[in-house]
């Protein structure tokens, strides 16, 4: 494409990015600007659809009426998480909100810091969010200038989804039922720099705009926080309480406190202490017995390390709701590998832990009839793709050692159809997405 500015380096990459790092450089000046962009599902980096998120207006209006006297360049590629940590560093190491040749007003989204995540505060805002009579700003806004914002970022706080699709057609249902969005609410985090962080809503947006609602209540909290604590707030707002909402998964939480032990801010391997109860209890609404599972299920992740992801969600590829901003779900994406690895020697499908040999049984002899109708041969092999709905559920499946079942079960089925040497693979779909999006 032809950019609209005086002289552009962009980096090359065989990668498919989620996100990179541009840089503006004013040329008469050496006045500069510095940012990060998350890319959506069919968005490219080279589009040019995105160009900047400054609030600063001599910046805006140069670009605007000077764009010839800019280099514009992309340094660096990665994942969401990654990216943001690195353009905090960048600006950190430049103290760009404090430089004058800085048109940045702030220096990134802090990841983490030294300290504990303030677990209080946490507590206290989470408390707020869902007091009526709080300080905490609240209004009205429509939901779909809301997920349309360039400056929104989205946190998927929840390890594991396998609810995801039950609650956001509840939430759904109960909305078009009232045709009405009262009682439910967006908790939005206003950084300084602008940009804002979607910490607790996401389930509650997807029903709004699958009912074809317009507004819902948003409250904001303008804060500087980290993203460690703006996690943790986000599990805050789903704890367990006399509120129904999608509860923090006992997973979920175990995993943050592994995180903060892999930092050395947590040092009790058991997670005994002060810190790491207060946590549990805070960000999780756990109580009694539930707090000792959540301390055995973060020792067995330090143990069993291959088995989680820092900061990654579960995928539930089951879900045919639509993603906040409009993108197919996982669901339709499942579908459509699935169709295109059929070929004429593989007949493909889907499966999850709640294994039904049957039905794998039963839509391949209609693609079989189908075939012999349309004069070829059926198909000799069968690959399957697993999906779970939770990582404990991925762990149990393979423990049982049941797929062997399944695989002989089907083996001697296509041999009964005349199939002489059938080949069963099974495949396991990818299990992990970003938290941040």
Known sequence: MTYPFGEVKIKDTDLTPEAFIYKFTHKPTSRWYLGMHGLKEDESHLDGAYWNSSSDEEFKELLQTKPHEFLYEISQYGNMEMIYKKENEILESLDAAKDPMSWNKWNGIKYQSKELPRIDLIDKLAKDAYDKDSDLERKEENVNEIFDDVDLIRLQVRFDTSLSSKKVGEYKNEMKSNNSTKGFTLTIVRLPGG??????????????????????????????????????LGDALNRRTEIDRIVTAMEDTAQKLVGMYDNKKITDDKFKDKYSTDYIKITGGFKGNEIAKVRKAAKLLVEERGNWKKGKSWINWGSKEKRLNGQSSRYKEREKMVNAEMDDNTFCCHQSSMFRTDRICEEWVKDKDARIKAKKKPRPNVKVYMNYSGASVQKEYASSQVEHVHERILTSFLKGEGIENPIIIFKDLEYYEDKVS
């Open 195 to 232: 940009k804002k962080v979607l910490v607790g809503g996401n389930h509650t947006g997807q029903a709004v705009i699958s009912a074809k609602l317009l507004n819902i209540e948003v409250v904001y909290i303008d804060m500087d926080l980290t993203m460690e604590e703006m996690l943790a």
